[in-house]
Every structure is written in structure tokens, then in C-alpha cells.
Nanobody
Framework: QVHLVESGGGSVQAGGSRRLSCAVSGGTFGRYTMGWFRQAPGKEREFVAA????????RYADSVKGRFTISRDNAKNTVYLQMNSLKPEDTAVYYC?????????????????WGQGTQVTVSS
């Protein structure tokens, strides 16, 4: 069983930064594509960013491109989401997710394991 635990959420003012972490246990972390998703109140869960097993390939939602950076440390079984220039519309619960395989995909249905989420609130 793969277990994902997010951390690093909290409140921040617009224009600020925050780094989320997702620690993974179980399975073979180095074989997983990892993704970050978010869900705002009353909205569907949406893709934010994803990274390949090696870290060499990444994808981002257009809304965060240039502001967010996804990375991973396979030695620590951890994936990160560095969020800069935060906006109030970035307010959401952020989830990390994993899928076994090489493809860096963006659909929630393609991911197998999910964390419980961490709240990020950006005030104007």
C-alpha cells in the first residue's frame, strides 16, 4: 500500500511563496510519476503539475506556469511544489498523487494513490 502525506500548507499573502511537500511510503517511489492537484470550494479537482519518475520531465497547468515548480528527491521519497507569486485564486486544498508508469499525465483518473490534502489560503 502506498501512503502519501502532504505538508507545508497554510496562509500567505498575495505575492508570497509557499513550498509544499509530499512524503511517500510504500511501493517503489522511483517508479512513480507524481502529480499535484488542487480543489477550491465548489469546484472540481484540477491538475496543477506533474513530474516523471526521474524528474527530467514536467508538466504544468497554464494557470501556474512560470510561478510554480515541481521537483522530487527520490532519495527522500518526497515530491515538492514550490509556489511563488501566489494569487488569491490559488486558494485551494492541494493534493499529491502517484501513478505507476512513465507517462506524465494530467487527468485525475490516471492517478492511483492520493494524499489527504493540505490547505493553502492566499489573502489579497
Amino acid at each position: 500500500q502506498v501512503h502519501l502525506v502532504e505538508s507545508g500548507g497554510g496562509s500567505v499573502q498575495a505575492g508570497g511563496s509557499r513550498r509544499l511537500s509530499c512524503a511517500v511510503s510504500g511501493g517503489t517511489f522511483g517508479r512513480y510519476t507524481m502529480g499535484w492537484f488542487r480543489q477550491a470550494p465548489g469546484k472540481e479537482r484540477e491538475f496543477v503539475a506533474a513530474v516523471s519518475w526521474s524528474g527530467g520531465s514536467t508538466r504544468y497547468a497554464d494557470s501556474v506556469k512560470g510561478r510554480f515548480t515541481i521537483s522530487r528527491d527520490n532519495a527522500k521519497n518526497t515530491v515538492y511544489l514550490q509556489m511563488n507569486s501566489l494569487k488569491p485564486e490559488d486558494t485551494a486544498v492541494y493534493y499529491c498523487a502517484s501513478r505507476y508508469g512513465l507517462a506524465v499525465v494530467t487527468s485525475t483518473s490516471e492517478y492511483t494513490y492520493w494524499g489527504q490534502g493540505t490547505q493553502v489560503t492566499v489573502s489579497s
